[in-house]
């Protein structure tokens, strides 16, 4: 058996190192092969690594994936929008305390024959004796505040005085102003992002990383707009946060490919699709930890603010960041490194270097006697099929065997 036809990747078993084909190492790591073991366990699979999971290789079914859940969301965007809060449409907000007898519907029938007008808004926020029936207006007067004030306070009296109920005027300029300063924000963010990448990977993981965050903003707003809770300023701030995170995950993710790839167009063993695909089976059970750690206290987040205290802001909050981080797992792994990938292969040395291997699998799967595939040794400047080019091999990370 050649080195270039398939070996599985057990924990006992070795695999052929340099040209050597006496020289053997544990087939760990970067050296496991491009066939994935399917004797393992799913699980077993899903531990260790070993590039059981085709992710790259099947990247257009997840463009699709991925095509289909945008076109979802900006659908959602477009034709339903967003249920704007008071911050952002500007208003009156009046709170009356829950007691006995008040309820919505009542309180709703106070304006009605108050002001003539329904109200925008009415919902209960809170529980027990914090429990507040919310009602959200237009721009009131301070007469027409007056007038609903003393006919809530008749109607719900003994139980209710005037002085219990509660209004707050609020400008729609400051919502403007706040939206104003997210986005500037967000394009400092997207800039430093590109250019942080570019310096520390190169210019096909910032587009890779950007595509992957333009993602996470678009579907995480879709799927507020699909559920059509209220925009407010903590809605804005959970939104920041979360593309935090999805970056960070993409990182991890680069970290790891560019490792792999570090000397991939000096071997003949796999391509630079292959090499991807491995470093992100590496990473997956790594990000499915990291997203399961982070969604769990944000689900209990929205238990306690939803269920137990009714407090909007955490709510708004717990939902955008519950969103974004499940979101942002999936683009880490199922857009951005397959796009990274994209983007190589239309670069010519990596297409040549990938035809070169799949060439050389077929002339030995026809059982034409080809040379040993060389994998580049430290100091020498050698390439696959012995090849000199005058360069010195790049580290592997890995301690070599020289013949």
């Not at 935090?244 to 699709?273: I, P």
Request: proline share 3%; hydrophobic share 45%; net charge neutral.
């Amino acid at each position: 058996m050649t080195v270039d036809e398939p070996r599985r990747a057990r924990g006992g078993d070795t695999a052929t190192v340099g040209d050597d084909p006496d020289s053997v190492a544990p087939a760990t790591g970067s050296d496991a092969d491009f066939v994935a073991d399917s004797d393992r366990s799913f699980l077993s699979r899903l531990y260790t690594g070993t590039g059981a999971f085709e992710v790259i290789g099947k990247r257009r079914m997840w463009y699709l994936v991925t095509a289909a859940i945008l076109l979802v969301c900006v659908l959602s965007i477009v034709f339903r929008q967003f249920t704007l809060g008071i911050e952002f449409e500007g208003g009156t907000q009046v709170s009356i305390p829950v007691s006995s007898g008040i309820t919505t519907e009542a309180v709703e029938g106070v304006f009605n024959d108050t002001l003539g007008s329904e109200p925008e808004s009415v919902q209960t926020a809170g529980t027990g004796s914090s429990e507040t029936v919310q009602v959200r207006t237009e721009h009131l007067t301070q007469q027409q505040t007056e007038q609903i004030t003393a006919a809530l306070a008749e109607k719900f009296a003994p139980g209710l005085t005037a002085s219990e109920v509660s209004s707050s005027d609020v400008s729609s300029t400051w919502g403007g102003e706040i939206t104003e300063k997210m986005l500037i924000a967000l394009a400092v963010f997207l800039v430093i992002v590109f250019i942080y990448i570019a310096v520390r990977f190169d210019r096909e993981m910032s587009v890779a990383a950007l595509a992957s965050l333009f993602f996470d903003i678009v579907c995480t707003a879709g799927v507020y707009s699909l559920i059509g809770w209220e925009v407010t300023p903590a809605t804005v701030i959970g939104l920041l946060t979360i593309l935090g995170f999805s970056l960070y995950d993409t990182v991890v993710v680069f970290d790891k490919v560019s490792e792999n790839t570090r000397s991939v167009l000096q071997t003949t063993r796999r391509t630079y699709a292959e090499q991807a695909n491995l470093a992100v089976n590496q990473t997956l059970m790594r990000s499915i930890n990291t997203t399961v750690i982070s969604v769990l206290p944000i689900i209990a987040l929205m238990v306690i603010a939803v269920w137990l205290l009714g407090v909007g802001t955490l709510k708004d909050l717990a939902l955008i960041q519950l969103v974004g981080v499940v979101v942002g797992a999936y683009s880490s792994i199922f857009l951005a490194a397959p796009l990274l990938v994209t983007l190589k292969e239309r670069r010519s040395d990596v297409a040549r270097h990938t035809k070169r291997v799949l060439d050389r699998r077929a002339r030995v799967a026809a059982g034409e006697d080809v040379p040993a595939a060389r994998r580049p040794v430290r100091g020498r400047g050698v390439t696959s099929d012995a090849e000199p080019t005058g360069k010195r091999g790049g580290p592997s990370g890995k301690r070599r065997r020289s013949q």
